[in-house]
């Protein structure tokens, strides 16, 4: 069984620019889940796609945007980028959509910085 | 709205000392409760849920809907148990919220 994983580890964008985030979900897993995690913070959900459809957004902006592909993989793609979108970007899969309790299992993160 | 507050940056304790990491949540409805930790270079995983009233790792969780509260306790802290800890909350087909977590540091 294979860990949710992401890439890259690290990227450094500068403003204005656009940025695509990857995600593999957990063998067995249709959802993913994606979060944004400044520093000092707790995570803070920005979207989900189940299934490849969006299951539920958070309050960003839709210059963040998502998909997910048919073998649920995700990306996670943020045009315009502002000083404020430097953060750790984590992607957590799961079976089964929102409305279930099952656990969501997290990627190690990519950690972008905006110059 | 739902929150989740963790009113600890960082809390230090000795070896052997017992631990409490305090969780208050507002939310009117029956909400899920969790506990999930991050040790150092790993990935944030999920350590309890309250519906499993279950012990990890020695750690225990309560959820007090008196006191809205889902405080994470541990009677003998290790050195192990090092690590940020987030408190997190869901319901029905909400997303989880997560409190800004507190820093456990154990002393040896």
């Known amino acids: 069984e294979t860990g949710v994983t992401q890439s890259p580890t690290h990227l450094i964008k500068t403003r204005g620019q656009q940025v695509t985030l990857r995600c593999s979900s957990q063998?067995?897993?249709?959802?993913v889940s994606w979060y944004q995690q400044a520093l000092g913070q707790g995570p803070q959900f920005i979207f989900q796609?189940?299934?490849?459809?969006?299951?539920g957004r958070g309050n960003f902006p839709p210059r963040f945007s998502g998909l997910q592909f048919p073998n649920y993989s995700s990306e996670l793609n943020v045009n315009a980028l502002e000083l404020d979108d430097s953060a750790l970007y984590l992607c957590?899969?799961?079976?089964?959509?929102?409305?279930?309790?099952?656990?969501?299992?997290f990627g190690p993160g990519t950690r972008l910085t905006v110059l | 709205a739902q929150r989740v507050t963790q009113p600890e940056k960082l809390l230090s304790v000795f070896k052997g000392a017992p631990v409490e990491l305090k969780c208050n949540y507002s939310?009117?409805?029956?909400?899920?409760l969790f506990w999930y930790v991050q040790y150092s270079r790993q990935r944030l995983q999920l350590l309890l849920r309250?519906?499993s009233r279950e012990s990890i790792k020695g750690f225990t969780a309560d959820l007090n809907k008196g006191e809205t509260s889902f405080h994470l306790k541990k009677p003998f802290a290790q050195e192990e148990d090092s690590a940020m800890y987030y408190c997190?909350?869901?319901?029905?087909?909400?997303?989880?919220?997560f409190g800004k977590g507190t820093r456990l540091s154990v002393i040896a």
């Open positions: 957590a899969s799961s079976l089964g959509g929102d409305n279930t309790h099952n656990e969501q299992f």
């Open positions: 063998s067995g897993h249709n959802t």
């Open positions: 796609y189940y299934r490849e459809e969006e299951n």
């Open positions: 939310y009117s409805g029956s909400p899920e």
């Open positions: 309250h519906i």
């Open positions: 997190a909350l869901k319901s029905g087909n909400t997303p989880l919220v």
